[in-house]
């Protein structure tokens, strides 16, 4: 079972990680919010010019949490299996083929001229490096999900060993 951020993961999760904003991401659209309120509050002095500030900074944190909500997991679920979830999408392991791990020399490339468009794509931009898995699913058109991550060897290792799990008999 791994841990992150201090936190201790809850039973049958094999790697959980949440893709938060970091604290070098919330000075600048907090600043700019301010910077809107300011603005709206000169176009409207008096009584009201409390307004904006208690309405759009709130609303800019509000943003920055909800962007920090995807988190990537690999845990196990009732029915037996093992799954890969990131964000609100479900992979179970057993259609996961060849993990690879993208750093983040590599990464503008696995974004750009080589992305397959009907690839899965979970990626924040404040995160490094990328976990690309294969998918083995005849059934499913989605080639290959691309997932960022903090620890993508963790990320690759939990894959793997999971796999291998269900790969033998038991």
Request: hydrophobic share 45%; no cysteine; charged share 25%.
């Amino acid at each position: 079972m791994v841990e992150t951020s201090g936190k201790r993961a809850r039973a049958g999760t094999r790697y959980v990680e949440r893709l938060y904003v970091p604290w070098w991401g919330w000075p600048l659209p907090l600043l700019a919010a301010a910077l809107l309120a300011a603005e709206v509050h000169m176009g409207y002095p008096g009584v009201r010019s409390w307004l904006p500030y208690a309405v759009l900074l709130p609303l800019a944190a509000a943003l920055l949490i909800s962007l920090g909500r995807a988190k990537v997991e690999v845990t196990d679920v009732p029915s037996g299996e093992t799954e890969l979830r990131a964000g609100e999408a479900r992979l179970p392991v057993r259609f996961t083929g060849e993990v690879e791990v993208i750093g983040k020399d590599r990464k503008r490339k696995a974004l750009g001229p080589e992305l397959d468009p009907a690839a899965f794509v979970l990626h924040r931009g404040w995160v490094g490096p990328l976990v690309r898995v294969e998918l083995t699913d005849p059934a499913d058109p989605t080639p290959y999900w691309l997932v960022s991550s903090r620890r993508p060897e963790a990320l690759a290792e939990a894959l793997r060993d999971s796999r291998q799990q269900h790969a033998q008999p038991e």
